[in-house]
């Protein structure tokens, strides 16, 4: 009984590895961050290596990607991510919540609740593991974006529109 089990769950296990998720490739930067606000080098580099993995249109997957079920966890990372905040259709948006997602950008980094835990447990992504510095430089550049469009903007169109109920 135990190896009729075992079997089917081989056999499940080989299945599933046919059935993947789209991938994350696109890099379409039309819409891109940088089309409209400066990204220093620096800070450019910090948003590649801890943030775009889920919060672009250009995913650089492990090679632990390729195995199922984990692909579709690393899928679903991908796609909330990306409908939270999204690099790389940043300038799509209203300037209202480009200028709130600054905003949720600095909260997020200055709580440490980004880059997740999950992202670099383990060892992974060593390089996502932000120092203190590394995320004053990616607070402060986000303030100034803020900065910017409160200078450049009337104060109005920088408020998020309430929601109806």
């Excluded at 994350?24 to 089309?35: A, G, H, V």
């Excluded at 999204?86 to 799509?92: H, I, R, Y």
């Excluded at 447990?121 to 803020?146: C, P, T, V, Y």
């Amino acid at each position: 009984m135990l190896k009729k089990i075992l079997t089917g769950l081989l056999v499940v296990l080989i299945i599933i590895q046919f059935i993947r998720p789209d991938k994350n490739e696109s890099n379409d930067l039309t819409y891109d961050i940088s089309t409209k606000y400066e990204v220093p080098d620096d800070v450019n580099h910090l948003l590649q290596v801890s943030c775009n993995d889920c919060h672009s249109n250009k995913t650089e997957y492990p090679w632990y990607a390729n195995v199922q079920p984990v692909a579709w966890w690393l899928n679903d990372h991908v796609v909330d991510g990306k409908r939270h905040l999204n690099f790389s259709e940043f300038t799509k948006m209203p300037i209202a919540i480009q200028n709130h997602k600054f905003e949720e950008t600095i909260e997020m980094v200055e709580e440490k609740e980004m880059p997740l835990p999950s992202y670099t447990n383990f060892g992974l992504h060593k390089e996502a593991d932000l120092s203190e510095d590394q995320r004053q430089k990616i607070i402060g550049w986000a303030k100034n974006q803020m900065t910017y469009l409160k200078d450049n903007y009337p104060a109005d169109s920088l408020v998020m529109p309430k929601r109806r109920k």
